[in-house]
C-alpha cells in the first residue's frame, strides 16, 4: 500500500524521446523521421524473491489500472459539472478520453475499456 502511494506521488518524470515508426505508401525517398515525447514515471523496489517481486509487479499493475478507470469516471463527472447523466453519456464521454490520451493499452477498445470501467466502478467500494 505504501508503495503504491509512493509510485502515485512520484513526479511525471523525465521527457524521453521515443521514435515513432510509420508505415506509408510513399516512395522511401519521401520518409520523414517523427518523434514524440513521453514522460516516463520509474519506480525501483526490492524484494527478497523473485516471487514476491513477482506479486508486486502484478499488483502494482492492476491497483493503477483499477485506480486510473475510478479516476476517469470521477473526472467526467466534474468536467461535466456534476449534472445528472445516464451510463450511456458517461460511456460515450469517457470512450473519447480513452482514445484522445491512449489510455488503457490492452486488447480492448475505447468503448469496451470505457463499459469496464463502469461496471467495475459499481460493483467495488
Same mark, same amino acid.
Given at each position: 500500500?505504501?508503495?503504491?502511494?509512493?509510485? =502515485?506521488?512520484?513526479? @511525471?518524470? @523525465?521527457? @524521453?524521446?521515443?521514435?515513432?515508426?510509420?508505415?506509408?505508401?510513399?516512395?522511401? %525517398? *519521401?520518409?520523414?523521421?517523427? %518523434?514524440? =515525447? @513521453?514522460?516516463? *514515471?520509474?519506480?525501483?523496489?526490492? %524484494?527478497? !524473491?523473485?516471487?514476491?517481486? !513477482?506479486?508486486?509487479?502484478?499488483?502494482?499493475?492492476?491497483?493503477?489500472?483499477? #485506480? $486510473?478507470?475510478?479516476?476517469?469516471?470521477?473526472?467526467?463527472?466534474?468536467?461535466? /459539472?456534476?449534472?445528472?447523466? /445516464?451510463?450511456?453519456? $458517461?460511456?460515450?464521454? #469517457?470512450? =473519447?478520453?480513452?482514445?484522445? *490520451? /491512449?489510455?488503457?493499452?490492452?486488447?480492448?477498445?475505447?468503448?469496451?475499456?470505457?463499459?469496464?470501467?463502469? $461496471? %467495475? /466502478? !459499481?460493483?467495488?467500494?
Amino acid at each position: 500500500m505504501i508503495a503504491q502511494m509512493l509510485y =502515485e506521488a512520484i513526479d @511525471e518524470g @523525465e521527457q @524521453e524521446t521515443k521514435q515513432v515508426k510509420k508505415i506509408l505508401l510513399k516512395p522511401m %525517398s *519521401k520518409l520523414v523521421d517523427t %518523434s514524440e =515525447e @513521453e514522460k516516463v *514515471k520509474q519506480y525501483l523496489a526490492f %524484494s527478497d !524473491s523473485r516471487q514476491q517481486a !513477482s506479486f508486486a509487479a502484478v499488483f502494482f499493475d492492476a491497483n493503477h489500472v483499477r #485506480m $486510473l478507470r475510478k479516476r476517469l469516471i470521477w473526472e467526467m463527472i466534474v468536467q461535466n /459539472g456534476y449534472k445528472d447523466m /445516464g451510463v450511456d453519456e $458517461l460511456a460515450a464521454y #469517457m470512450t =473519447e478520453v480513452i482514445k484522445t *490520451k /491512449g489510455l488503457f493499452q490492452n486488447d480492448m477498445g475505447a468503448h469496451k475499456n470505457a463499459w469496464a470501467a463502469i $461496471l %467495475s /466502478g !459499481s460493483f467495488t467500494h
